[in-house]
């Protein structure tokens, strides 16, 4: 298979919000509170019915936020997600299936892995980057270090219990190029509509994320 995939859009965050939205009118001003935070890219989860509506409402109105689908998990989703405005997509896992249905599509993709026989299958399609999850649950920083010697090209994202305790630890990690996560929106402050209190949230993790 080819080696020479689209790559994926570039942003300055090394931190992927990892968002839940019940309502699609959150999805603009929580990318503007991000983006004031200093957070220049998005993980919209299609796990909900507005999720769609969202990425289409960030790729519209908010062009400097890089907006990613996640939680694709077949075909559909991606194809879903690309007509919607999504710049790249994200998986827990990955399948032939949906490999095949993001390179015909075109869209930029970082798949899941948890073992390494799954790094193994995501790479020999190309991939370098990929999404470990959920990553504390698959050993953290200790699977990662044991990750680095066989697949030295391979750089991860892991995801699934980040927080802001261990978020350095992961970014000083060599072979870890972005962490995601879900707490930088929570779910009250979303409802509540507190874009300052998702703000200081982002800026929290970016300092943290460069010191
Ligand atoms: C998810 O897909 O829900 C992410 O892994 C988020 O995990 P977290 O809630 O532990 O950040």
């Given at each position: 298979m080819s080696t020479?995939?689209?790559?994926?859009?570039?942003?300055?965050s090394r931190?992927?919000?990892?968002?839940v939205l019940?309502?699609?009118?959150?999805?603009?001003p929580?990318a503007?509170?991000?983006?004031a935070?200093g957070?220049?890219v998005?993980?919209i989860?299609?796990?909900?019915?507005?999720?769609?509506?969202?990425?289409?409402a960030?790729?519209?109105e908010?062009?400097?936020?890089?907006v990613?689908a996640?939680?694709?998990l077949?075909?559909?989703?991606?194809?879903?997600?690309?007509?919607?405005?999504?710049?790249?997509?994200?998986s827990p896992?990955?399948?032939?299936?949906?490999?095949?249905?993001?390179a015909?599509a075109?869209?930029?993709?970082?798949?899941?892995v948890?073992?390494?026989g799954?790094?193994?299958a995501?790479?020999e399609?190309?991939?370098?980057?990929?999404?470990?999850?959920?990553?504390?649950?698959?050993?953290?920083l200790d699977?990662l270090?044991?990750?680095?010697?066989?697949?030295?090209?391979?750089?991860?994202?892991?995801t699934?219990?980040?927080?802001l305790?261990?978020?350095?630890g992961?970014?000083?990690?060599?072979?870890v190029?972005?962490?995601?996560g879900?707490?930088?929106?929570p779910?009250?402050?979303?409802?509540?509509?507190?874009?300052?209190q998702?703000?200081t949230?982002?800026r929290q993790?970016?300092?943290?994320?460069a010191?």
């Amino acid at each position: 298979m080819s080696t020479s995939l689209p790559a994926l859009p570039a942003f300055r965050s090394r931190v992927v919000p990892v968002v839940v939205l019940q309502d699609a009118a959150h999805a603009v001003p929580l990318a503007q509170a991000l983006l004031a935070g200093g957070i220049d890219v998005i993980e919209i989860t299609l796990r909900t019915p507005c999720a769609l509506e969202a990425i289409a409402a960030v790729a519209r109105e908010v062009p400097d936020m890089q907006v990613g689908a996640g939680t694709l998990l077949g075909a559909d989703d991606v194809r879903r997600a690309q007509d919607a405005g999504a710049r790249f997509g994200l998986s827990p896992g990955h399948s032939p299936a949906l490999l095949r249905a993001v390179a015909e599509a075109g869209l930029p993709f970082v798949p899941g892995v948890m073992t390494p026989g799954e790094v193994m299958a995501a790479r020999e399609a190309g991939y370098r980057l990929m999404k470990l999850f959920p990553a504390t649950v698959a050993g953290g920083l200790d699977m990662l270090k044991a990750l680095a010697s066989p697949f030295g090209d391979v750089r991860f994202c892991p995801t699934g219990g980040v927080s802001l305790d261990n978020l350095g630890g992961f970014l000083k990690q060599p072979n870890v190029a972005l962490v995601g996560g879900s707490w930088l929106a929570p779910a009250a402050a979303l409802q509540a509509g507190d874009w300052a209190q998702i703000t200081t949230l982002a800026r929290q993790a970016m300092a943290l994320s460069a010191g």
